[in-house]
């Protein structure tokens, strides 16, 4: 476009100009400068954005520039011949964008639009402290025809930004946060957050499930991960509670990995217990970002850590008496310790409060092995929206493990280990544990089903024998309790007696 015709004139005309403008005195350039802008606006029927890199201060580079420059570089790799390839400030590949002076065409409903990547370079020498070359003002031009100013200004630049925002949060090395005492050792105020890449290998696939439980899973994230408009049509904050009960080794930690690899979050592993008080639970929560998971782990001991806590400072206190040093250590303790008072209105406010909106796309993840526990206030629909248990290892989460370690969908001892799992209660960390192959050599996939074979009549018999001592157990203090009612009973009838003879 801009190459033919009276655009290329345009363009050649612009182009002498800023070449020599330097040369005319200062109120002939301002005269030219005004002019030359009338002539072009009568004539050209083409706007123009101009995006700097470096537009408020010299020292950040300008969010809307950095947005273009992520938007664009899905559309420079097809489309420029010149490109620059730079790993990104937390981006986990290598991202390319056009080079100088390149341009790429986009379009956006059926309407063609230019950009450009343009840079000056001013001859005068400059001492200064600006990231790169000091004379490089680098910038991004966009030309649209003018009867399309609506719809790139009201919805082209919006989509822009969107798309922008989007590809970056994909390109983004994902982490996993842990929350951070409120004041480091040297006393001055850290990130509420610390955190490591998030680099688990779960996934759904991997994990032993049975199909059924699994699509209803995957469903409910595929949906909930989609619905940003259907969340803002019922007027409700765009998150979901998730609660994952079930025995210890049931893969209820394995699952949030898997979650979020599937939906591509961040995770913030909160630790309850470390928290001071309900204040500083909300700035934890104010600093989550959005595409994140919020895991609080094992609740139940979260909550009753709290009061425990609570008991055990009161019973060292009397141990602590008059002693002065046994009393600077305790003060030093309480000091540290001191408001760790996450009160449960506190944490019902954390998941659904008006702050818990401050935020989107956010799951919140509750583990516990003992839901029967947990408050149900706690874990009512709306706030823990879905259940999920895991429990001990069924048949169909068994024949994804024999994928997974052994590579074997179907084998003779298959039908055995069916008949053993049905009978007996096993985790899928267990029945893993028994798959993994101990030695390289010969049939080693037939010694692991062997090995699981033997662990689960192992664990059959086990259950018989503690089975059988329950029994014996109860069987024992039933004939107690009826040789005290038999003495209650006797008892009763000789105060009748004594009382009929009075
Ligand atoms: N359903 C599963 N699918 C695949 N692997 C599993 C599954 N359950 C457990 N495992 C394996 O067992 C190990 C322990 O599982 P995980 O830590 O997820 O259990 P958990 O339910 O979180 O236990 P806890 O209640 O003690 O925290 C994992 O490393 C994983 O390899
Ligand atoms: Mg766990």
Not at 93 to 107: A, G, Y
Not at 181 to 201: A, E, I, L, R, T
Not at 302 to 331: C, F, H, M, Y
């Amino acid at each position: 476009m801009w190459n033919t015709g009276m655009g290329s004139t345009i363009a050649s005309i612009m182009l002498m100009y800023a070449m020599f403008q330097q040369y005319f005195p200062y109120h002939l350039q301002q005269k030219i400068h005004k002019y030359t802008q009338y002539i072009f606006g009568r004539v050209n029927p083409y706007i123009q954005i101009t995006i700097h890199e470096y537009s408020g201060g010299r020292f950040k580079r300008s969010e809307a520039y950095m947005a273009i420059e992520t938007y664009l570089s899905a559309k420079s790799s097809k489309q420029a011949k010149r490109l620059k390839a730079d790993i990104g400030k937390n981006s986990k590949n290598l991202v390319l964008s056009m080079d100088d002076l390149e341009e790429v065409i986009d379009e956006y409903q059926g309407v063609q639009l230019w950009w450009a990547s343009r840079k000056t370079v001013t001859t005068q020498q400059s001492v200064s402290l600006y990231p790169g070359n000091a004379d490089d003002k680098r910038y991004y031009t966009l030309k649209f025809h003018k009867k399309f100013r609506g719809l790139v200004v009201d919805s082209y630049l919006n989509h822009v930004f969107e798309a922008a925002k989007e590809l970056g949060m994909k390109n983004r090395q994902r982490k996993l946060y842990t929350n951070n005492p409120s004041d480091n050792w040297q006393g001055y105020k850290s990130s509420v957050w610390s955190h490591v890449v998030f680099n688990h290998p779960s996934t759904f696939q991997t994990m032993a499930l049975d199909a059924d439980k699994k699509t209803d899973i995957l469903n409910d994230l595929t949906t909930f991960s989609t619905a940003k408009d259907y969340y803002a049509k019922i007027g409700k904050a765009w998150k979901r509670g998730y609660l994952l009960y079930g025995p210890p080794g049931t893969g209820k930690s394995t699952m949030i990995a898997a979650i979020a690899n599937m939906l591509e979050y961040d995770i913030y592993d909160l630790e309850l217990t470390s928290v001071k008080n309900n204040n500083e639970l909300r700035k934890l929560l104010i600093e989550t970002s959005n595409k994140s998971i919020i895991v609080i782990e094992d609740i139940d001991c979260s909550l009753d850590l709290t009061g425990q806590r609570k008991n055990k400072k009161s019973k060292e206190e009397e141990k602590v008496g008059e002693d002065p040093i046994a009393k600077k250590a305790k003060e030093e303790e309480t000091s540290s310790n001191e408001g760790s008072k996450v009160t449960l209105s506190g944490l019902l406010n954390f998941i659904d409060g008006l702050w818990s909106a401050c935020g989107e796309e956010r799951l919140i993840i509750f583990t516990t092995n003992h839901v029967e526990k947990l408050d149900p206030a706690l874990i009512r629909r709306g706030r823990m929206d879905k259940h999920i248990e895991l429990s001990y290892c069924s048949f169909g989460a068994f024949k994804v493990l024999a994928k997974n370690y052994l590579d074997l969908e179907s084998h003779h001892l298959f039908e055995t280990i069916k008949h053993l799992l049905e009978e007996t209660q096993m985790t899928p960390a267990d029945v893993a544990e028994n798959l993994m192959p101990k030695t390289i050599n010969g049939n080693f996939a037939e010694l692991c089903l062997e090995n699981l074979i033997q662990a689960l009549e192992n664990t059959k018999e086990e259950a018989k024998l503690k089975a059988g001592e329950e029994a014996k157990e109860r069987d024992s203090s039933t004939k107690d309790e009826a040789v005290v009612n038999q003495m209650l009973t006797n008892n009763e009838a000789k105060l009748n007696d004594t009382t009929l003879l009075e």
